[in-house]
Nanobody
Framework: QVQLVESGGGLVQPGGSLRLSCAAS????????MGWYRQAPGKQRELVAV???????NYADSVKGRFTISRDYNKNTVYLQVNSLKPEDTAVYYC?????????WGQGTQVTVSS
């Protein structure tokens, strides 16, 4: 059973930064594509960033140049560095693991961007 635990969310002013972390357990981490999604109130969950098992990355257009996904294979952890935050980045951010047509989700971490 794959378990994902996010951390690092919080309240930040516009223009600020955070680093979100997602610790994975119960699986061979390196086999999985890892991603971050977010869901704002009243909106559908959307892809923010993804990194394949081979290290390729893809980002939503709205976050390109501001967010960076990375992973530490020794720590079984994936990170999302979020910079230059905007109020519209406010959402619950979810970690996702994907392998062989199966998705796993963390519980989410709240990011609120407000002055």
């Amino acid at each position: 059973q794959v378990q994902l635990v996010e951390s690092g969310g919080g309240l930040v002013q516009p223009g600020g930064s955070l680093r979100l972390s997602c610790a994975a357990s119960g699986t061979i981490f390196s086999n999985y594509a890892m991603g971050w999604y977010r869901q704002a109130p009243g909106k559908q969950r959307e892809l923010v960033a993804v990194m394949t098992s081979g290290g390729s990355t893809n980002y939503a257009d709205s976050v390109k140049g501001r967010f960076t996904i990375s992973r530490d294979y020794n720590k079984n952890t994936v990170y999302l560095q979020v910079n230059s935050l905007k109020p519209e980045d406010t959402a619950v951010y979810y970690c996702n693991a994907y392998y062989k047509a199966t998705y796993y989700w963390g519980q989410g971490t709240q990011v609120t961007v407000s002055s």
